[in-house]
């Protein structure tokens, strides 16, 4: 990966939801490759423990306060971007929203039971019993916001015929591994469908789109679920998952990098998933 890192010396990189977890992984990641760097988040607390990570790594930093699913919000960042690097060459349309509520941790929990327990088929009853709210809320961030995102990174890729466009989706979205949480599976799996749509549209343009579809991330959230869930409940997830660990977040950010550089990959949904999805 060292030779791609060099490549991205004098690039500039915008990584949405970099406050904390995978997404400050990335940015950090992408800043010890030589780019200059981006951020955004709503939480600015932890933007600024990346912000401060980033340049500790070398790189010039942008931190912003944006909401991802208000257009408005996302056309004033591009601006604030435009006005301090003059450009931008790497989009990572990282900002989403997990599933990770105690409702949530509830219908997760059943769900591995139900997956790894000699049990009476039956439905799980998770569709029937969401709400409007829960299921609008999901799209706004996690399908409107990487619109908004990838709308206005083309519009300054497009004329000066260079770009990368990373977007994070999920195994959720490619596989049933996530019925529990039928918001996010079909928000990830819009995410795969608009990278492979937009990627044969702009890749004329030297603009290459590609996603990338992580299983479990080893984030604060994932070791507190294990601790939460006990000894029964991890081991019903590990029957699920062959490589028996969760990625690190150093390891999906390697690969983000990867994506950001030069390569001959176009629409590709590329899934680091430990064999959870074969």
């Known amino acids: 990966m060292q030779s791609q890192r060099q490549n991205l010396a004098g690039r500039v990189a915008l990584v949405t939801g970099a406050g904390r977890g995978m997404g400050g992984a990335i940015a950090i990641d992408l800043a010890r490759a030589g780019a200059s760097v981006a951020i955004c988040d709503i939480d600015m607390p932890a ?13 010039r930093c942008l931190a912003l306060r944006c909401d991802v699913s208000s257009s408005s919000e996302v056309a004033n960042m591009f601006s604030r971007i435009v006005e301090r690097f003059g450009t931008l060459h790497i989009l990572v349309n990282n900002a989403a929203l997990v599933p990770n509520s105690p409702v949530d941790t509830g219908r997760r929990n059943r769900h591995y039971a139900y997956m790894t327990t000699p049990v009476p088929r039956q439905s799980l009853g998770f569709t029937s019993a969401m709400s409007d709210e829960e299921w609008h809320r999901y799209w706004d961030v996690n399908v409107h916001g990487l619109f908004y995102c990838t709308r206005e990174a083309l519009r300054l890729m497009e004329p000066q015929r260079d770009g990368r466009i990373i977007n994070i989706a999920s195994i959720a979205g490619i596989s049933a591994m996530s019925a529990h949480s039928p918001h996010y599976s079909a928000t990830k799996g819009a995410v795969v469908a608009f990278t492979r749509s937009v990627a044969a549209e702009v890749a004329g343009a030297n603009i ?60 590709q949904i590329i899934s680091p998933n430990g064999g959870a999805v074969i």
């Not at 933007?47 to 070398?58: C, H, I, N, S």
């Not at 029957?239 to 660990?245: D, E, I, K, N």
């Open 47 to 59: 933007l600024e423990e990346t912000r401060a990570a980033v340049e500790a790594a070398g790189a």
């Open 208 to 267: 290459f789109v590609n996603a990338m579809a992580p299983g479990g991330v080893a984030t604060p959230e994932f070791t507190n679920y294990f601790e939460a869930a006990g000894e029964e409940k991890c081991n019903q997830f590990w029957q699920l998952c062959p490589a028996g660990r969760l990625g690190t977040m150093e390891e999906y950010a390697s690969m983000v990098t990867y994506l950001a550089g030069d390569h001959y990959l176009v629409g």
